[in-house]
């Protein structure tokens, strides 16, 4: 009888060990799952989709996935701002598949780290030890350190943090906590994902949070571009899908837009 009691005893010890480890393993991330509905195309090259965390923190996700042999990204500013701020859907231009909001901007509005448009360059370099850069040239994708990019780009975008690192490693070593929406750029597989993690003011994930969803979702390497009221999306009437406007002015949003 003791025999079968020490056994039994073992045994549920060993599969609450289970339970933990694999929690472990995951990060915790179970709450962060989220409940996709079907991916909307966009053609050329990008489909949509939208999606839901589940409780206990509810937020919307919508990943934009991008075909860069098929469409680009360009850098889209409201005419006539001069050194002002705008509204994200005054800044679309015609023929854009989608748009979201760009990376992060001074006082002034001016860009405060390297952004290049269509191999001009908008804003220079900024000599930093950490943050990272999102580049493309001619269907390639780099994100990663500003120092390892591995050609000139068409289009470029320094910012930060560096949410995964490279082969999917969550780069964020701590979490100041802040609660936002955020604004991400995902490499998975080699493809380009534009990733918004919407939510009311200060209900959002945190930056560790968002690491770790990301890298649930498959990001092999990731790259904050902006949160908070910056946080916004724009999507034609095809797309089937509500879009979401900054809360507050931009300095300039980010155009996908057909090849």
């Given at each position: ?76 500013r ?32 001016r ?37 390892e990019?591995p ?12 949410l ?11 979490d ?31 930056l ?52």
């Amino acid at each position: 009888m003791k025999l079968r009691i020490l056994l039994a005893a073992a045994l549920l010890a060993a599969v609450g060990l289970g339970v933990w480890a694999l929690g472990a393993r995951s990060g915790g991330s179970a709450e962060l799952q989220v409940a996709w509905r079907a991916p909307a195309a966009l053609p050329p090259g990008v489909s949509v989709r939208e999606g839901f965390t589940e409780l206990p923190r509810r937020w919307r996700v919508v990943d934009l996935a991008i075909d860069l042999g098929k469409a680009e990204l360009r850098v889209a500013r409201a005419p006539g701002a001069g050194g002002a701020g705008g509204r994200l859907a005054d800044m679309v231009p015609p023929g854009a598949l989608a748009a979201v909001n760009g990376g992060y901007f001074d006082e002034k509005y001016r860009p405060v780290g390297w952004l290049v448009d269509r191999g001009t360059e908008l804003a220079p370099r900024v000599s930093r030890t950490s943050g990272g850069v999102v580049a493309v040239r001619a269907g390639g994708l780099y994100i990663g350190p500003l120092k390892e990019v591995p050609w000139k780009p068409e289009f470029a975008l320094q910012n930060g943090p560096r949410l995964v690192e490279a082969a999917g490693q969550i780069g964020i070593r701590t979490d100041d906590g802040k609660r936002a929406a955020r604004t991400v750029a995902c490499d998975a597989a080699g493809r380009l994902h534009l990733i918004l993690l919407l939510a009311p003011p200060h209900e959002g994930p945190t930056l560790h949070e968002t690491a770790r969803l990301l890298v649930a979702m498959g990001c092999r390497a990731a790259l904050n571009l902006d949160g908070g009221p910056s946080s916004g999306l724009w999507l034609p009437e095809a797309a089937g899908l509500a879009a979401s406007a900054p809360a507050a002015p931009i300095a300039y949003g980010l155009a996908v837009m057909p090849r």
